[in-house]
């Protein structure tokens, strides 16, 4: 009788989450409708919900409704959705439909990605050429409009390496031509203009032949000057003159600067958005000032650098390139020091503490893998390129650990909370028995959940692994009953977590190695994450038991990958929660 009880309240839950994802499909549909900035990112933020709950219940049709609505709303919005692209015409030609999928139609048969080889115009045509043929999804084209600076921009992105011998567009008869390679795999050519442009395009053979409707006086001219593509480093932050001035390694071009705003008068709240395209954050910075709600600065993803400025009340706000760099016109008073010496924003952290967990030590050497690989070695190691990374900008990091020695489970727990952690991040890799060890590869990460039906048993397995001998004094009842209690809100968080480092560890690594596989984010029952006071994660590496991932496991430029990966996830997970 209890049996049939749980069973039909587990359908009723469940039938009452479909209905509620599918109320919220709708209202985000609707919203996005409307037109308005603020509604467009209300629907962005309810995709991005029921996207995560399909990843997390392996629902695919719902994850593809999701997917489709996060890049319509992220383009509207200058959002970088080019992730969410990927997966969406992934799960449209594979089965598997849990993963972000790499594009195969960018590469050759022999697996190398085209290569443009020239650039040029012919009339009214802009022609690349490239050293193999292109398909239909190898191009994808947007277009935008920049409601500050009045422009119009045209933007292809290619599935595509830029060549030695490409070079830079002469934009006769148009404002400016870019082109770039946007990301590993992708080049971007942006065309930009003050008046509307009817472009059209087509393959032909191994080119792209682009109709931008402007002639050009010396037809078939090759490009001249070279290309550019290295990324432009943010050097200096400081207020000046009633704005914020930031200040990079060269000149940063108009054309790089994105600018949006959220304004929902209801609930008082301003958002001034600046997304700065192929740029980079070596350190961060803190930006706050006394007649300002917020402000933030932080690497979005691999390219694009952005600072968001909220505020109670509007804002009278203008931006200019100015000093090679970027002037923000807030008309605050400058901030001042105790001596009243004007202050330069200056490198911090945002008081943000990180816990570095490396897993086992000591006489617990945790896994023994192929070539007998150590698993304590290996993730010690990742752990130390982490937290160098993080440091760097600007994080304060502690390592439960820093040598080989044996600490309990609890007492690592313990460390995190007495440091007032924001996060927890244990770090360790995966293992199976040798009849599987050519099967079993790939990276997972895991939150701790309270729900009873969560965790494969995979999952479980896996967590049998990791929790160590100091619980064999704890009962599994005494376990579930303590995991039971824990808060919805920290498990919500953690979950979050999992997902940015997950994507941003597999988007680091693909860019040097193939078949990176991804093992997905899963709940189990972690007993070292149970103490934690703030949201926490465990991270399997790779299976040091695999013959192929063992070796890139206890390979450097993989290592230093990984934890470029992870620092990524951390960033992009305080961005999305400040």
């Known amino acids: 009788m209890l049996r049939a009880l749980l069973t039909l309240l587990f359908m009723a839950i469940m039938l009452g989450a479909a209905v509620n994802d599918a109320d919220v499909l709708r209202r985000a549909d609707r919203l996005l409708g409307s037109g308005e900035k603020t509604e467009v990112f209300r629907a962005y933020n309810d995709y991005k919900n029921v996207y995560l709950r399909a990843m997390l219940h392996e629902d695919t049709r719902l994850r593809e409704k999701a997917l489709k609505g996060i890049v319509k709303s992220g383009k509207i919005l200058h959002i970088d959705v080019s992730r969410y692209e990927d997966e969406l015409r992934g799960s449209a030609s594979s089965a598997v439909a849990d993963t972000p999928v790499k594009q195969p139609a960018a590469k050759s048969a022999g697996g190398r990605f085209r290569t443009l080889q020239e650039v040029y115009r012919e009339g009214e045509r802009l022609l690349l050429d490239f050293d193999g043929r292109l398909s239909s999804r190898d191009v994808n084209y947007f277009k935008l409009y920049d409601t500050e600076q009045r422009r119009y921009r045209y933007i292809f992105d290619i599935h595509a390496r830029l060549g030695k011998g490409a070079s830079e567009l002469q934009s006769e008869g148009l404002r400016r031509i870019a082109l770039s390679q946007h990301k590993p795999g992708t080049l971007r050519l942006v065309v930009e203009n003050d008046a509307p442009l009817d472009i059209r395009f087509k393959r032909e053979r191994k080119s792209l032949a682009i109709n931008l409707g402007v002639g050009v006086g010396d037809a078939e001219k090759p490009l001249s000057e070279p290309m550019v593509s290295r990324r432009t480093h943010l050097r200096e932050a400081r207020w000046e003159d009633g704005g914020l001035l930031l200040r990079f390694d060269r000149p940063l071009d108009a054309g790089q600067i994105g600018y949006s705003k959220l304004l929902n008068t209801k609930a008082h709240r301003y958002r001034y958005i600046f997304n700065l395209d192929n740029a980079m954050l070596d350190r961060q910075y803190d930006l706050r000032h006394q007649q300002l709600k917020r402000i933030s600065l932080a690497q979005f993803d691999s390219k694009t650098l952005r600072l968001v400025i909220e505020n109670d009340t509007p804002l009278q706000l203008t931006h200019r390139t100015a000093e090679g760099g970027l002037f923000i016109d807030l008309g605050v008073r400058a901030v001042q020091h105790p001596d009243g010496e004007r202050a330069a924003a200056t490198?911090?952290?945002?008081?943000?503490?990180?816990?570095?967990?490396?897993?086992?030590?000591?006489?617990?050497?945790?896994?023994?893998?192929?070539?007998?690989?150590?698993?304590?070695?290996?993730?010690?190691?990742?752990?130390?390129?982490?937290?160098?990374?993080?440091?760097?900008?600007?994080?304060?990091?502690?390592?439960?650990?820093?040598?080989?020695?044996f600490i309990k489970l609890q007492k690592r727990t313990e460390f995190a909370n007495r440091k007032n952690a924001d996060l927890f991040i244990s770090i360790h890799a995966n293992a199976v028995p040798k009849r599987n060890v050519e099967k079993a590869y790939g990276i997972e990460t895991y939150f701790l959940s309270n729900d009873d039906k969560a965790g494969s048993e995979r999952a479980k397995r896996v967590a049998a692994m990791e929790n160590s001998k100091d619980l064999q004094d704890v009962t599994f009842y005494g376990q579930q009953d303590f995991i039971n209690i824990l808060n919805r809100e920290k498990i919500k968080m953690s979950e979050r977590l999992a997902y940015d480092l997950q994507r941003n560890v597999l988007a680091n690594l693909r860019k040097g190695f193939s078949d990176v596989k991804d093992g997905g984010v899963r709940e189990g029952p972690f007993w070292i994450l149970v103490g934690a006071q703030m949201p926490a994660v465990l991270v399997e590496v790779g299976f040091i038991t695999h013959p192929k991932e063992a070796q890139r496991l206890v390979n450097r430029t993989y290592q230093k990958r990984f934890a470029e990966g992870l620092a990524n996830g951390i960033n992009q997970y305080f961005i999305n929660n400040p």
């Open 347 to 405: 490198g911090g952290n945002f008081n943000k503490v990180i816990v570095l967990d490396p897993g086992h030590g000591g006489k617990d050497t945790g896994a023994i893998g192929h070539k007998k690989y150590r698993e304590k070695v290996v993730v010690m190691q990742i752990t130390k390129e982490l937290s160098k990374l993080l440091t760097k900008l600007g994080y304060k990091v502690y390592m439960t650990r820093t040598g080989d020695r």
